[in-house]
């Protein structure tokens, strides 16, 4: 029963963050943003057996974030955490259409990556400041979906010949919880 849980989990999480984060939260999706500075993206399966959401906040004075997903399962009258995930770190407005491309990647092909994006997109000629370059996400990770953990970032690569530079990543890791 265990698996089949988790199989069910995995695949509300992917149906989630499609219709949810990288989709626009415009389908199936409720986006609430409360008074404290979280906002929670609410996501329930068609057949109402799954619930995930996506609970984050950004500091309005930095670039910096945080935040977790929880998929539930209802069991009768309950909704049981059954699979949860928490992710930390700071990316500027600029590459988060780069980000969203990569999480989407992986997601439409319900791969899960530690629950982030494919393991390298390129992104092509950005213009910053008069300055040429290219940006590149990558995600590393460990484990499979019921234990992970692992770093993604976007590096800006000079095309002028200076060093590649981090400008923006997260630190996440995950769990099962049945």
């Not at 995930?85 to 092909?109: F, N, W």
Request: aromatic residues 14%; charged residues 25%.
């Amino acid at each position: 029963m265990r698996v089949q849980i988790l199989e069910g989990a995995k695949s509300a999480f992917f149906e989630a963050m499609i219709d949810g984060y990288v989709g626009g939260e415009n389908r199936r999706s409720v986006k609430v943003k409360d008074d404290d500075g979280y906002t929670t993206i609410t996501y329930t399966t068609e057949d109402g057996k799954y619930k995930v959401e996506d609970r984050f906040c950004t500091n309005p004075f930095s670039d910096e974030a945080a935040g977790t997903t929880t998929v539930f399962c209802r069991f009768a009258l309950i909704w049981a955490p059954v699979w949860w995930m928490e992710y930390s770190g700071h990316y500027t407005e600029g590459v988060i259409p780069l980000l969203k491309s990569a999480l989407t990647k992986a997601y439409e092909r319900r791969l899960f990556l530690g629950g982030r994006g494919l393991a390298r997109v390129d992104d092509k000629s950005y213009v910053s400041n008069d300055l040429k370059f290219n940006l590149t996400y990558t995600n590393t990770y460990h484990g499979d979906f019921s234990s992970f953990d692992g770093t993604e970032k976007i590096i800006q690569n000079p095309l002028d010949g200076f060093d590649p530079e981090t400008i923006g990543y997260h630190k996440y890791s995950g769990m099962s919880l049945l």
